[in-house]
């Protein structure tokens, strides 16, 4: 079993060529087992463990009786940065926001520069579903991060579009930073951010991203007091 | 089985708590298995599959007749944003050179105005513990990517601290970016990042991470010609 295992990381190494060579996407499946065992010229069970390791790490999906898909979850592990370890807290919450107020502006300045026709209308779809969820008032997280995610995409940067997702949708926004008082602000910055964007206006776009997060910001930290507290 | 799961997930939420709780770190000994039983309140197989969930996200390490250690990996997924899904390129290092310039510049700064004497301490000697490898033309990438963790870490910010090695120790820098005629000058910006941050003086620890972020970015860009490619 010992000096199994330098093979079934060789033969997962060949999983990831494979599926880099023929420009896989999420969602798209894997050759069976038995042409794995072929291309890789391994033993089945070599296949299958590499098979599993892959799965463990988000990158493959194993559907029983389906075949084996590459993940949506593109690799992306749950919790990738080990937050879990940390207590949730005031700190923690005000810790992430300062680092989206790091990246995200300098994201959104890009993502203006960059974007294509294609990702400018996903962009503005995503940006009117989170409006509806909000003016609905139900609950909108998932939406929002997803917002988040797409203009990380519109800078055309390969980790850019990776690290949104870690800084947005992370366990430790389980803190509510998202009151009532600023969900009508959240409206009306997304929209700033999205409409900059569409219009290849990078300083717009960057100055509504600095506000939406600021504004956020604010409704986690005592230490500035704005109209919103009143 | 399937009804086990949850039993297991919420045996592995406990014992993230206990590890919060009791504030344990890195290489600290968890309770034995059967002291894990009575604490959680369920049995030794649902125990173990809790265990082997954690340390299947590196949030804890089995040592074979020795126990159960909180892992040195911090929890931190290798490639934790599935960058091995995506082929090795010029543009993934540019990219990810374009990250670093978003978030080590701030963090310098904030390095500057956060550090405690102690960790002030331990960067310069990180510093001159890369100095000397880079002067004695050794390898230096992984000493290169723990001084860059230790300014992270001299933030007091616990989402930097763990985002920094996402960008520095990435499988991407396997592209070359530390060619010899760039050695001088990490050793020389290291050195102004490191005393700047000595002196709680933030403008120049910033100005220093660009410099130094700047000139090794050209070396994987033709984009600028620098003094240095003469």
């Known amino acids: 079993m010992a000096n199994r295992k330098p093979l079934a990381q060789r033969a997962a190494e060949g999983i990831l060529d494979y599926i880099r060579t023929n420009d896989m996407k999420p969602g798209d499946r894997l050759p069976t087992e038995q042409e794995l065992t072929q291309l890789l010229e391994v033993g089945r069970g070599t296949v299958r463990e590499a098979v599993q390791s892959l799965a ?38 005000l810790d992430m926001m300062d680092v989206r107020l790091m990246i995200e502006p300098e994201i959104a300045f ?89 219009r290849h206006d990078p300083e717009t776009a960057r100055r509504a991203m600095i506000m939406h997060l600021h504004i956020l910001r604010s409704g986690i930290s005592d230490d500035m007091t704005t109209p919103l507290n009143d």
């Open 56 to 93: 463990s790490r988000n990158i493959l999906e194993v559907r029983q009786g389906a075949g084996t898909f590459l993940s949506d979850k593109n690799g992306i592990m749950e919790d990738p940065l080990g937050l879990s370890l940390e207590p949730e807290s005031q700190k923690m919450a």
């Open 110 to 198: 890009k993502a203006a520069l960059h974007a294509t026709p294609e990702q400018v209308q996903a962009l503005l779809d995503q940006c009117s579903r989170v409006e509806k969820l909000i003016k609905a008032n139900k609950p909108y997280r998932e939406e929002d991060a997803l917002f988040h995610k797409l203009i990380g995409e519109c800078t055309g940067n390969l980790v850019v579009s990776r690290l949104v997702p870690l800084v947005t949708s992370s366990v430790v926004l389980n803190v509510d930073v998202t009151r009532d008082r600023y969900r009508d602000q959240t409206v009306i910055c997304h929209r700033q951010v999205a409409q900059a964007v569409a």
